[in-house]
């Protein structure tokens, strides 16, 4: 579980970016973090990996291994030349985990073992997606954290990913939070959706998310 308790934050001596936020995951959640861009959703994670300190208020992680996949690495282009292997490899040794065989079974559940001598920098924005959900399942978490997933991946990439996702909360028990602009997906796989305006959070379901704030025709596409 993960209990933000009275959250402000700023950023040096700017504005408060958060206010008196309360958020609790609990286990087995899978929950989408939604609002306006500058609204700090990004902070928010920021504050929940333990990146940042709050200004003031409590924060509480009683998770046993929390795991981050950013939005694409822009960095890892062609001219970086480290294959998915020694992505994976690499994260591996930073865990101290001896057993190589677990980046085979990880590459494996995520279907892209056959990637595993491509440069990474020369993959699909879905393919280098799922490589770095291979690379966070490495260390077994229990919690699941992603940064807008669907930036730079194409609708067809995007029906891949979010099963997957969805698949790993619900089958594997791994708990979820990402940060959202994807409407569509966030409301069709999220058992909670996390709405900040003005500073403030505040949970709501799928279906209340598309009675208070989603157009008609977004909240039947993501009835289908």
């Known amino acids: 579980m993960i209990s933000l308790q009275h959250i402000y934050f ?5 504005p408060y970016l958060l206010k008196d936020l309360d958020m609790v995951i609990e286990n087995g959640d899978y929950i989408s973090v939604v609002g306006e861009n500058g609204s700090g959703k990004s902070t928010l994670i920021k504050l ?6 709050p200004s003031s208020g409590k924060a509480v992680n009683t998770f046993h291994h929390c795991a981050y996949v950013p939005q694409r690495f822009e960095t890892l ?4 030349p480290i ?3 020694e992505v994976l490899n690499c994260y591996r040794k930073v865990l101290h985990i001896k057993d190589k065989k677990l980046i085979w079974e990880c590459l494996e559940q995520m279907k892209v073992a056959d990637l595993k ?11 280098c997606q799922k490589v770095m959900i291979a690379r966070a399942l490495i260390g077994n ?3 699941l954290i992603f940064d807008e997933p669907s930036t730079g991946i194409d609708v ?4 891949e990913l979010y099963p997957f996702i969805r698949q790993l909360n619900q089958k594997k028990n791994i708990t979820v939070v990402t940060v959202e602009h994807n409407l569509k997906f966030a409301i069709h796989n999220s058992t909670k959706m996390f709405h900040i305006v003005g500073g403030h959070g505040h949970f709501c379901s799928p279906a209340d998310y598309i009675r208070e704030y989603v157009s008609d ?6 009835d289908v």
């Not at 067809?156 to 029906?159: A, D, L, P, R, T």
């Not at 025709?217 to 993501?222: C, K, Y």
């Open 48 to 53: 929940i990996l333990g990146l940042l300190s």
């Open 217 to 222: 025709t977004i909240g039947r596409e993501a």
């Open 141 to 143: 978490p229990d919690l």
């Open 156 to 159: 067809k990439s995007q029906m």
């Open 83 to 85: 294959t998915v292997y």
């Open 77 to 80: 282009n062609s001219q970086f």
């Open 10 to 14: 700023a950023y040096e001596r700017g």
């Open 117 to 127: 001598d491509r440069l990474i920098g020369n993959l699909s924005g879905g393919q």
